[in-house]
């Protein structure tokens, strides 16, 4: 079933359980994707972006051992998704999934038959906020992952790699001027009910002219 653009938008969810983990997923699919990706808009339209897409099973079970340890020291941190709103029955529920689900993921990444690192081609990092910088790749990313949800594919965002960004650089032979910015799980998903997540009341985050 085709989906609209508000479904793909409202029910493109963090599948971290869901996936797939023995059904390849074609490397033109992946890249049908990515061309949509190619779309969204960059600072000064410079397009700095780059996407490695991973599918040497070799090259995935590295990334997915420094995954697996920086997904431990996380749910060790206070600041753990299971740890938060514990004094919240309704939110404490949600988040113990979410828990769940982040170390399945970090168990099975390595598994996951594609990962799709965006990244930035930049020689320095800027000093301070770096909004603008990231904004130049984060959109094109969220694009992929909008795409994959249309076409029957699951995917996360994560960015706890990042912990590791040096040696997973190193796995991947990026040059020195390239960042990663995110870590794409790409698999088909397994079942069909995804649906809109609670969220917030609006008029609890909306402000109007001023604060």
């Known amino acids: 079933m085709e989906l609209t653009a508000d479904e793909v938008l409202t029910t493109t969810r963090s599948v971290r359980k869901r996936l797939d983990l023995d059904r390849p997923v074609p490397l033109d699919l992946v890249r049908e994707c990515l061309e949509i990706a190619l779309q969204a808009p960059s600072g000064s339209n410079r397009q700095t972006w780059h996407f490695v897409v991973v599918t040497d099973a070799a090259r995935r079970a590295a990334i997915g051992e420094f995954y697996r340890r920086s997904v431990a020291a996380y749910l060790d941190s206070p600041g753990a998704a299971g740890k938060l709103f514990g004094d919240d029955?309704?939110?404490?529920?949600?988040?113990?999934?979410?828990?769940?689900?982040?170390?399945?993921?970090?168990?099975?990444?390595?598994?996951?038959?594609?990962?799709v690192i965006p990244c930035l081609k930049m020689r320095n990092l800027p000093p301070g906020n770096q909004a603008g910088v990231w904004g130049s790749i984060l959109p094109a990313a969220w694009s992929y992952m909008l795409a994959a949800r249309a076409r029957g594919l699951g995917t996360a965002w994560t960015t706890l790699h990042l912990q590791y960004e040096k040696e997973i650089a190193e796995v991947l032979e990026l040059p020195?001027?390239?960042?990663?910015?995110?870590?794409?799980?790409?698999?088909?998903?397994?079942?069909?009910?995804?649906?809109?997540?609670?969220?917030?009341?609006l008029d609890d985050v909306l402000h109007l002219d001023r604060w």
């Open 89 to 115: 029955p309704g939110r404490a529920a949600v988040q113990q999934r979410v828990g769940s689900s982040v170390a399945y993921l970090g168990e099975h990444m390595g598994e996951v038959p594609v990962h």
């Open 176 to 201: 020195s001027d390239v960042h990663q910015a995110v870590l794409i799980p790409t698999a088909y998903y397994i079942g069909s009910s995804f649906k809109p997540a609670p969220r917030e009341p």
